[in-house]
């Protein structure tokens, strides 16, 4: 049901790829809870702060993720940290769309992010307007055979 992120609890931390506006004021106008980097960062800061830092901090601060993409599952030092630190993820599996899509990619699968994200860590899920949430494996650990 609509509105469940405003009730849930959930705080959501936006990475840059999503930007500041339209994707974070489309949500809010929703009830969803959340802090864009530039916010936590400042505007500067939010350019140079390493993706590795961010996620940790997120996640210490208890966020929920969002980012635009999935490389966070893919590159090896962000997919560790999303690791080691039990951070919950939702990432676009299109990135290739408007503010206002993206936006509409996480409002149209409400429901199943808050119940996805209530679960601990460690995951990434990847959101695409027309489909179900989805898994993605992370690249770590290393697959030692």
Not at 61 to 79: P, Q, S, T, Y
Request: proline share 5%; with cysteine; aromatic share 6%.
């Amino acid at each position: 049901m609509a509105g469940e992120a405003q009730s849930s609890g959930l705080r959501f931390f936006v990475d840059r790829g999503l930007g500041s506006r339209i994707v974070p004021e489309m949500l809010r106008a929703e009830g969803w809870q959340l802090e864009t980097m530039d916010e936590r960062y400042g505007k500067s800061d939010s350019q140079r702060i390493p993706d590795t830092q961010w996620i940790e901090e997120a996640t210490l601060n208890g966020d929920v993720i969002m980012c635009k993409d999935l490389r966070i599952a893919h590159n090896e030092l962000e997919a560790q940290v999303v690791y080691m630190s039990a951070a919950r993820v939702f990432g676009l599996s299109n990135r290739q769309i408007t503010g206002p899509e993206m936006a509409r990619s996480f409002l149209s699968h409400e429901p199943a992010i808050i119940a996805a994200a209530r679960a601990d860590g460690p995951y990434v899920m990847a959101v695409h307007l027309t489909h179900k949430l989805r898994r993605i494996s992370l690249n770590y650990p290393p697959d030692i055979r």
